[in-house]
């Protein structure tokens, strides 16, 4: 059974950052693609950032500031968001497929608010 754990959520103040860390049972090797949703209320889940083997792929709303990277000997996919806006505001979720398989986190909320 594939599990993904998330940490690193929380409150931050709008122009702050925060890592997010997904920790993956078993090795990275086994996924085709890995990433980080969020869902706002009221708005359908939307893509933040895609790695898919060393090619990364973002949202159009993370470019720029977000950055997404991986640890095959941890097992981890971080999430490192830097000048933080209201707007990031939501539940981010880690995602993993495996040749068509998708697995979620329960993902962790991060709120950007003075």
């Known amino acids: 059974q594939v599990q993904l754990v998330e940490s690193g959520g929380g409150l931050v103040q709008p122009g702050g950052s925060l890592r997010l860390s997904c920790v993956v049972s078993g090795s990275l090797f086994d996924f085709n693609a890995m990433g980080w949703y969020r869902q706002t209320p009221g708005k359908q889940r939307e893509l933040v950032a895609l790695?898919?083997?060393?090619?990364?792929n973002y949202g159009d709303s993370a470019k720029g500031r977000f950055t997404i990277s991986r640890d095959n000997a941890k097992s981890t996919v971080v999430l490192q968001m830097s000048s933080l806006k209201p707007e990031d505001t939501g539940v981010y979720s880690c995602?993993?497929?495996?040749?068509?398989?998708?697995?979620w986190g329960q993902g962790t909320q991060v709120t950007v608010s003075s």
């Open positions: 995602y993993a497929d495996q040749l068509g398989r998708v697995y």
């Open positions: 790695i898919i083997g060393g090619t990364t």
